[in-house]
């Protein structure tokens, strides 16, 4: 009895420490459930926690995926965006509509310093001229850009603040039209506007003169306006004083003044500047700051009537294979009449099928394109 009573106490006694550690059990299993949760939603607060902060300087599409050729989701205005994770030049970002990737072309980072990224190489040049040019390249990468124009970035460099020409690699060709303004030139110039391009108009001073409306309108919408001249008369221009050329083209640019308040020294010389412009009158454009364009296609559209304008297409696209086998800029020589405005719609679709933008002269990157090649000019 003594050693069964003994026993029983004993099972008592481990029944009674089962129970409490059952207890201690149910009573720290919880705490450390609730640990681990707290532990877990730590760990997503600070994987959801921004990186840095970045301010957008342009409208910026997000994508779905890391790669802009997945869904285009929607666009960012430009404002400071929350930086959650970044990827070879790719940033994921919270969005109103979720977590989406951006990939910004230029923005300020939280030191307020502005970067760019480039994505190809792009040549350096010392300032901003394309004869300014070096043996050194930039690479795809993002750098700090310091000051900008509509065709040059001004960045940082191992070499010190150079300069790179934003439309380096592209295809660009210069529509150009003589003779102007015209009553052609409001339609050429609505014709241009549906079909997003630009182009160069060498106009005569009398034109001008009698029409200020249409060179304000050319000018207003993006477009170049050269001068023609006055006379465009061979013998009054090119026989007698090498100064001739330039009385009229001063006397064009003082009209050109007066009705946009804007100025500059593009000129194209009536039948072009070969065989007419000798050195003589080339030395006396020079001296005056004029610079001269020519043209590397002649649409030859003067030929032919309404009937015929086909074939103005037909004369670009057999001369645009040579001058793109020898590297030349794509000037196209074109006129304000009925037929050119009739073959414009085919010449501007042709183009834009070729990959080419369509570009207006600007003074500020002047490239030489005349007959003489003279690099003054």
């Known amino acids: 009895m003594i050693i069964f009573q003994s026993a029983k106490k004993q099972t008592v006694s481990l029944?009674?420490?089962?129970?409490?550690?059952?207890?201690?059990?149910?009573?720290?299993?919880?705490?450390?459930?609730?640990?681990?949760?707290i532990a877990n939603t730590n760990a997503e607060l600070l994987e959801k926690k921004p990186i840095y902060k970045i301010k957008l300087l342009d409208?910026?599409?997000?994508?779905?995926?890391?790669?802009?050729n997945s869904l285009k989701i929607n666009s960012l205005a430009p404002q400071e965006v929350a930086?959650?994770?970044?990827?070879?030049?790719?940033?994921?970002?919270?969005?109103?509509?979720?977590?989406?990737?951006?990939?910004?072309?230029?923005?300020?980072n939280e030191r307020g310093v502005t970067k760019l990224l480039l994505e190809r190489d792009y040549t350096i040049h010392n300032y901003q001229s394309l004869n300014s040019s070096t043996s050194f390249i930039v690479s795809p990468q993002i750098v700090t850009l310091i000051d900008e124009t509509d065709i040059w970035?001004?960045?940082?460099?191992?070499?010190?603040?150079?300069?790179?020409?934003?439309?380096?690699?592209?295809?660009?060709?210069?529509?150009?039209?003589?003779?102007?303004p015209s009553i052609y030139t409001a339609d050429l110039l609505k014709l241009l506007n549906e079909y997003n391009a630009k182009a160069s108009f060498f106009m005569l001073q009398s034109n001008m003169y009698y029409q200020p409306n249409l060179v304000k309108q050319v000018v207003n919408e993006?477009?170049?306006?050269?001068?023609?001249?006055?006379?465009?008369?061979?013998d009054k221009l090119y026989n007698g004083s090498p100064y001739n050329p330039v009385l009229e083209m001063e006397k064009s640019r003082q009209t050109f003044k007066k009705i946009t308040n804007q100025d500059h020294y593009l000129v194209r010389m009536?039948?072009?500047?070969?065989?007419?412009m000798t050195a003589d009158f080339r030395n006396a454009l020079?001296?005056?700051?004029?610079?001269?364009?020519?043209?590397?296609?002649?649409?030859?559209?003067?030929?032919?009537?309404?009937?015929?304008?086909?074939?103005?297409?037909?004369?670009l696209k057999y001369q645009l294979s040579n001058v793109e086998k020898s590297g030349k800029n794509v000037v196209i020589l074109l006129h304000e009449r009925s037929q050119?405005?009739?073959?414009?719609?085919?010449?501007?679709?042709?183009?834009?099928?070729?990959?080419?933008?369509?570009?207006?002269?600007?003074?500020?990157d002047h490239i030489v394109v005349n007959f003489w090649n003279d690099k003054r000019l």
């Open 15 to 37: 029944k009674s420490k089962n129970i409490l550690f059952l207890f201690l059990i149910m009573l720290i299993l919880p705490i450390c459930c609730s640990t681990n949760a």
């Open 59 to 68: 409208i910026t599409p997000f994508y779905e995926n890391r790669d802009t």
């Open 83 to 108: 930086i959650l994770q970044e990827n070879d030049g790719y940033y994921l970002i919270e969005t109103w509509l979720g977590e989406y990737w951006i990939k910004p072309e230029k923005f300020e």
């Open 153 to 180: 970035w001004k960045i940082e460099t191992w070499l010190g603040e150079k300069y790179l020409y934003k439309n380096e690699g592209k295809k660009i060709a210069y529509l150009t039209f003589d003779d102007g």
């Open 222 to 234: 993006g477009h170049f306006a050269g001068f023609h001249g006055v006379s465009h008369d061979k």
């Open 270 to 276: 009536p039948y072009g500047s070969s065989p007419f």
């Open 286 to 315: 020079v001296e005056y700051n004029y610079k001269m364009w020519d043209w590397t296609i002649d649409s030859y559209d003067w030929k032919y009537d309404d009937d015929s304008y086909g074939n103005i297409l037909l004369n």
């Open 340 to 364: 050119t405005l009739k073959a414009l719609p085919s010449i501007i679709s042709f183009l834009h099928e070729k990959g080419y933008q369509l570009k207006a002269y600007n003074p500020d």
